[in-house]
């Protein structure tokens, strides 16, 4: 097979540069092209870096002067105050998919897509199957902020795939993703000194570490199956476990009070998370992760549990002493070390 | 269908069903289906107990069903630490639970143990024809639902988890309210139940589970006391087509004595609109005497399992015949309406 000329959007955000960094030491792959609006925070050699918001049509004219035959879509984001409020966001994630997918209906030269979707498309729910395969039937109508962008965006995915068979498309519903350097509502809320819970409530959680959500897509790329994908860890563990797990103390509240709390800390900017999200610790949400490990023969390194605990013992930004109480060399080893974090933070 | 058991009522409640067996003090040292370490008592000079004496090394420790979270080490009271190591443990985060929410360590410890004073000096349950559950393989038990709260298919589980020689769990699968309600949905899911849908059910027989359909659902626990011991229609014959599905026999339950527990002698349709409740049950106590009437009453229980009826004869399509899944449910329903009236038949009295 001829060496891949890959195109990622969202090169700048997180799974994005991880995975164009996974790309560099990648000897079927030709070329990266990285499509962001900020140049990503690190450089990687051998990736060609495009400063192009996908909602502008000049994305067709990039798809078609790199002559990329793949392309990866990782530019959907979920915490409404780093994408600068709800309706950007919405035009980010909604608009943004639409108009990639249009741009890359016309390049003849693609052959394969994989999006990366979200679990959030399942919502959550008290009587969802214990582990909710691909194809449920029941989509929940009442879904709101990220999961709505998402589920919309695989429509938009859908319809894009069958006006052009020829190209294999493939959808990730990647599970919360979790790990030592990824920052997102969910470790957020982890990093919490004490966790507000939902008193009576105890969801059964389910994580895919941050390494093996890179290596799905990495194996998205690589393969031409076609369809949606599940991808988590293997495993569940119960809110109230990985509270324990992670040795913190838990704050129970009555469900009004919960919901008051929660809105709170939206509207002043506290906690960046989406609205759907409350429910998650209502209820949680598992996927079914064997077609992923039959199709893509994807094989998660860490289980739900392993991943929280490399979460819980490697996550070291968020504790940097301060800076004025070190000698000099360790005050320079702390400016790099706190400039690492605060690009790395950027780019989810 | 098998003969049900003679129930001896001078013999003391808890006599074995066989010929009384030595009890020494040591534990089987082989482990079971789920990973779990063997409760049985050992028989053998070797030090197994007598469903795994004759076994294999392989099958004395099943390297697990499976599934991706199999049940690795459970601290038991009976090691070392005992309660204390285990609560640390607990507090630490450190237990295992499987895919759907079954954690087997606080369900043996704690809440089998809460439902055994219930089950053995309240209720005073008789258990028949346990042995006819498979000691590793997969089942589908089906049972009578009654008594307006479901505490039926708690005894059942506690029958099977403490009576059979495998200690097995039961997986009931419940209605989704059920995990809707605070409290009673986590606990509901950590004593080993899951969501009555196919995808549950199929995926916990195929992992080699016990699993616990009553078919009547809300229309059997909420009916009324004119109407014990009378089995409502069987859903629409779903846990057949999963049994035919997942090819494991189905093994018929019969509960007699719940119907007393709560007896049901009005449905307030306005109230149970109000809490949003499929049915209000109005009994001699309840509401009347508040709280109180929440008590149920001490009727005595017998539980029996039925001859297993086996599936896999059917054709590999046999789950899409409406007729032939009309026809098994009818069966079955009738065959577990027969033994209910035999148990009847055979008590002498509702409460003593």
Redesign the interface.
Known sequence: MAKRRVLITGVSRFLGLRLAKLLEQDDDVEMVIGVDLEEPPVPISGMEFVRVDIRNPLIARVLSATKVDTVVHTNIGSGPARLGGRSQMKENNVIGTMQLLAATQRAERVKRVVMKSSAAVYGSKAGEPSLIPEDYASRPVDLTGYSKDCSEAEQYARDFGRRRPDLDLAILRTQQVLGPTVQTSMTTYFSLPVLPTALGFDPRLQFVHEEDAVEALHLALKSDTRGIFNIAGDGVVYLSQAIRMLGKLEAPLLLPAAQALASLLRSFNIVDFPTDQLKLILFGRVLDTRRAAEQLGFKPRYTTREALEDFHDNRTQDQLPEPNTRPTWERELFEYLKQRTETERETV | MGEAEIINFDRSRRAPLGPPRPQPKVRCRASTATGRPCRNYATTDDGYCNVHANRSARDRHPSGTGN??TIASEVSFDEPGGVEAWVRK??????P?????Y?PELARNVLLPLAKPLYEKYFRVKTLGVERIPDDSAALLVGNHSGTVAIDAVMVQYAVATEHPMERPIRNIG???V?????V??LA??AGN??A?D??AL?LLRRGELVGVYPEGYKGVGKGWKERYKLQRFGRGGFIQTALRARVPIIPVAVVGAEETYPMIGNSKLLARLFGAPYFPITPTFPLLGPLGLIPLPSRWIIEFGEPIPMDDYPEDAAEDAMLVFDLSDRIRDTIQQMIYKLLARRRSAFF
Not at chain 2, 179 to 183: A, D, G, H, R, V
């Open positions: 991706t979270g607990r507090l630490r985060g450190d237990y639970i499987d895919d759907f929410g954690d209605a989704d309210l995990y809707s309600l605070p409290f949905g986590p899911r950590k899951a969501v849908c995808e549950d995926e």
